[in-house]
């Protein structure tokens, strides 16, 4: 069999996209997620992306891991998704959709940047050496003095796999600050079990982080991540996020065939 697929990245960050709608795909076929992802031996890429119906909204999106797990929600794949729904003509420059985490809305441009509504954050866990919130994933974020010599994957992996962060993990954010309302920031993500160039999930929590944490000030949050730049907007009060939008590029890099 031959599988259409699209490729997409945000600020570096990749997924295989399907378009789902007739439901052909073998959703529980981990073995073949997993292989598809495989940077040497299938398409690679971070995670894969089925766009399916929705009966209420515009679609559909199920994310899945490059280890072949189906996982929470994934905000550089959402806004990705969006890009894709344009592609395909579901969308003009308006998208309401359901992910695992619930409902999201997005707006995109002429220039493919999207605008991403995150789900609200009623809960920020403030520690001494770090800072745990759930961005429709879960991620734990530590301030470092010198953000490119940390080795994110060994660290990140003793981090994911302790007991601090329980049985299902975490995601794990080292960061710095650049000024004000700028910082940087390399990820861990679970589920891919490496430093990815970017994390949407990520730099969202780190904006409310470093908020929370009084570095800053300002309700839109610039992010510097190894693949490009993400900026997060948001309001707050009494200690909770709403109308959290994460914003960025979205792009169409390939469309190919695959046999399976």
């Known amino acids: 069999m031959k599988l259409t697929f699209y490729k997409y990245q ?57 280890d072949g797990n189906e996982s929470s929600m994934c905000g550089n794949g959402g806004r990705s998704l969006v890009a894709f729904a344009k592609q395909l003509d579901i969308i003009k420059t308006k998208a309401e959709f359901e992910a695992i985490d619930g409902y999201h809305f997005a707006t995109i441009d002429e220039n493919n940047i999207v605008s ?4 609200d954050v009623d809960k920020v866990k403030v520690e001494t050496d770090y800072t745990f919130l759930n961005t429709g994933s879960p991620h734990h974020i530590q301030i470092v003095n010198d953000l490119k010599e940390v080795d994110v994957k060994e660290e990140g992996a003793k981090i994911r ?34 430093e990815t ?19 800053t000030e300002s309700n839109k949050v610039n992010l510097n991540v190894e693949g490009g ?10 200690g909770k996020f709403s109308e959290i939008f994460l914003i960025g590029p979205a792009q169409f890099v390939f469309k190919g065939e695959i046999e399976i």
């Open 10 to 66: 945000g600020t570096g960050n990749d997924f295989v996209m399907i378009d789902n709608r007739t439901n052909f795909f073998p959703k529980n076929d981990t073995k073949l997620i997993e292989f598809l992802c495989d940077r040497k031996f299938g398409i690679g890429a971070d995670g894969l992306i089925l766009l399916e119906n929705h009966e209420k909204y515009d679609f559909k999106m199920v994310y899945y891991n490059s």
């Open 116 to 119: 991403l509504q995150m789900i």
């Open 161 to 194: 796999y302790s007991d601090l962060c329980g049985k299902a993990g975490s995601n794990i954010n080292f960061v710095n600050q650049v000024d004000g309302d700028t910082f940087s920031v390399r990820t861990y993500e679970r589920g891919v079990e490496d």
């Open 197 to 215: 160039l970017s994390c949407g999930t990520g730099v969202t929590a780190v904006a409310l982080a470093m908020y929370a944490n009084h570095k």
């Open 229 to 238: 730049k993400l900026s997060v907007s948001f309001k707050e009060n009494d």
